[in-house]
């Protein structure tokens, strides 16, 4: 699978937008059928980030997402505010 992280500066959001989004998409795929790991060298900022996303993609309205990553993943996780106007974009990809 394509690597989003390669595309995700720390404590930015990705540079390549529709890289990550075809990564990010291809990981909520293949999460149907088989595990997929979603990691970053932190753990909150990038990964929070790629969560909420697919977690968008999964029907979690965009305005929810960041929220709900940090209910149920962990509680600073997308960390920038470039992380989280990169969620909120996404959306309407």
Known sequence: MACAEG??????????RRD??????????????ERVEVACVGGRGRTGTALACIAILDGVPAGSAVAFVRE??????????WQRRYVHRFAGS
């Open 7 to 16: 595309a995700l500066a720390d404590s930015r959001a990705p540079a390549d």
């Open 20 to 33: 990550a989004a075809a990564a990010l998409r291809e990981a909520w795929h293949r999460a149907a059928s």
């Open 72 to 81: 149920h993943y962990h509680p600073r996780a997308v960390e920038t505010l």
